[in-house]
């Protein structure tokens, strides 16, 4: 089934513009989780920070090398931070093990010992990464540790970790994406309405076009397209009717020029019929038979003629139709063409008086051109 412009230019439109807000939605929600991301660090990192400094206040030196964690206030500070962030916030020695915790977020009853590994990275300086801490967790968190110190710039005897679920990222997301999928449906639906409109009035001079080339194809040129704008839809509309016009014109030309054939060719016709007819039926006497004989003979001549000129039209048409000229006796073309109209004449009653005393008018000109015009008049009357 063929496809209509309108069709194929909304259609494509629509695709391009859908294209359109599918990667922007794309790159914003890349963006977007980017810079949560970005933003949970930095809260996760101040935040661990701010617990090591203040737990440093609260490390008893056992023995040398040795401490020891008194944390009754330092574990409603940690509830505070750890409720107030939704993480778990958690204190380590360097052996992994966990002094105090807080777990806000996962709603773990407490965590025991830490990964060796991870600790050892974050004793080093600050960790980031994502996991499942062992098997704590039932999907990867997003974990932040550094190092705490007994006294600041002293050694390290411990890690301070603050984790926290992607699921409050996640739930962000689906309702920004939500947000999103209601902004884009709204600016689609507006997109193909107007679209819609321009693309309808677009093709719609073209299918006025094409309606009206049928209906030249069937005969009738009185169909015009209206010209609604001044563009190059409206420019186009105004060559095609300007192109119906000479169409019009020429099929004016046409009909005009059949009927004036038709009326070049059935009065020698009729002249020669009725000379011939009245030699045959002897109306005509015999001693003036070569006379009207002659008459038919010129018709005849005439006649070949002006077939062969209705045959050069096209090159009429095209400027190339030479005229033959020549010095002849104007006169003598005139009393042929009365004679032609003899039997017309001699019906009607009519009498034609001066010729006998018409005198010999050279003229220059083409014989056969001029003599259609001075028999055109005759052949109008009769």
């Not at 949560?36 to 030196?61: D, V």
């Not at 968190?141 to 992607?166: K, L, R």
């Not at 609604?228 to 020429?250: C, I, K, P, R, V």
Request: one cysteine or more; charged letters at 20%.
């Amino acid at each position: 089934m063929q496809r209509s412009i309108f069709k194929r230019y909304l259609s494509i439109t629509m695709a391009i513009i859908f294209l359109s807000f599918t990667m922007l939605g794309t790159v914003t929600l890349v963006f977007f989780g980017r810079y949560w991301r970005q933003e949970k660090k930095e809260l996760l990192t101040q935040n661990a920070t701010s617990i090591a400094q203040a737990a440093s206040r609260f490390l008893h030196e056992k023995s040398e090398g040795k401490y020891e964690l008194q944390g009754e206030a330092l574990m409603l500070f940690m509830e505070s931070f750890s409720t107030s962030i939704d993480a778990d916030i958690f204190i380590t020695d360097l052996d992994g093990n966990v002094l105090l915790g807080s777990y806000a977020c996962s709603r773990v009853e407490g965590i025991d010992k830490a990964p060796p590994p991870l600790v050892e990275k974050a004793s080093q300086g600050l960790y980031e990464g994502r996991g499942r801490f062992d098997g704590l967790y039932r999907e990867n968190y997003y974990i932040i540790a550094v190092p705490m110190a007994a006294t600041e710039g002293g050694p390290q005897v411990g890690v301070v970790f603050a984790t926290t679920s992607p699921a409050s990222m996640n739930v962000i997301q689906l309702e920004a994406f939500k947000i999103f999928l209601v902004a884009a449906g709204l600016a689609l639906l507006i997109t193909f309405c107007v679209v819609g409109i321009f693309a309808y009035r677009l093709v719609r001079p073209l299918r006025l076009m094409s309606a009206a080339a049928r209906s030249f194809g069937a005969g009738d040129f009185s169909v015009r397209v209206p010209v609604t704008s001044e563009d190059e839809m409206g420019q186009l509309a105004m060559s095609f009717n300007n192109m119906a016009n000479s169409l019009t014109n020429s099929e004016g030309m046409r009909r005009s020029f059949i009927a004036n054939v038709s009326h070049e060719l059935k009065t020698p016709m009729t002249t020669i019929a009725g000379f011939i007819d009245g030699i045959l039926d002897g109306t005509i006497p015999q001693d003036e038979q070569d006379k009207y004989l002659h008459i038919v003979s010129d018709e005849v001549k005439r006649l070949s003629r002006l077939v062969k000129s209705m045959l050069d039209l096209s090159r009429i048409d095209s400027g190339d139709m030479k005229i033959h000229p020549s010095h002849f006796d104007i006169t003598h073309t005139v009393v042929n063409t009365l004679l032609t109209f003899e039997q017309s004449i001699d019906e009607k009653g009519i009498e034609i008086a001066g010729l006998e005393d018409a005198a010999p008018m050279q003229v220059y000109g083409d014989p056969d051109l001029l003599h259609q015009v001075v028999y055109a008049g005759p052949a109008a009357v009769f």
